[in-house]
């Protein structure tokens, strides 16, 4: 079985600074953890993914994201927050089994103030 | 371009009507999905299919139907059965790989917004 906690539904930052977003999962297997955004009535986008190949996943738009398995977690971060950022954010992880199995978390929205 | 497109973008349905979404891909991907979402509630998986011809029901079925004639298409039928149909829809596709290789990213489309009257 598999879960994710997203800590946070709602997270508002200052244009400029850092961002976070938190998340832990729990998995029987070796996971792949994904970080999708979501822009008001549109669909999701792969921001970044991890795969086993380095605990640092650097993803688009600046944005990256630590796998630490001590800690069960997969926070995303970026350093400096930009308007269009504004969005909702999924943490995902799949259990590797199969293609199917992504167990979405309920997402965070984070909001830019300028 | 290559991608998944969704039709229509919104939706309008009488109760006890059934209503089809479409759902189409260009990426050469085997791999289909469709998922519902409802506000605070992320993404829930309705059906799935790994191949033309074949599809598996996911965490909440009851309501809906697919077919996967084509590799590219796989409809999304919500029946008069499915008690609260109104929410956003979400069709996406992925590579489909033999289990355990854990590269299974999906990629979505724009979703269509469904209301029921």
Known sequence: AQSVTQLDSHVSVSEGTPVLLRCNYSSSYSPSLFWYVQHPNKGLQLLLKYTSAATLVKGINGFEAEFKKSETSFHLTKPSAHMSDAAEYFCVVSSGAGSYQLTFGKGTKLSVIP | ?117
């Not at chain 2, 799935?48 to 029901?57: C, G, L, R």
């Not at chain 2, 009851?62 to 796989?74: A, D, I, L, Q």
């Not at chain 2, 109104?86 to 999906?106: E, K």
Request: charged share 20%; hydrophobic share 30%.
């Open chain 2, 1 to 117: 371009d290559g991608g998944i497109t969704q039709s229509p973008k919104y939706l309008f349905r009488k109760e006890g009507q059934n209503v089809t979404l479409s759902c189409e891909q260009n990426l050469n991907h085997d791999a289909m999905y469709w998922y519902r979402q409802d506000p605070g509630q992320g993404l829930r998986l309705i059906y799935y299919s790994q191949i033309v011809n074949d599809f598996q029901k996911g965490d909440i079925a009851e309501g809906y139907s697919v077919s996967r004639e084509k590799k590219e298409s796989f409809p999304l039928t919500v029946t008069s059965a499915q008690k609260n149909p109104t929410a956003f829809y979400l069709c996406a596709s992925s590579i489909a790989l033999p289990r355990g290789t854990g590269l299974d990213t999906q990629y979505f489309g724009p979703g269509t917004r469904l209301t029921v009257l």
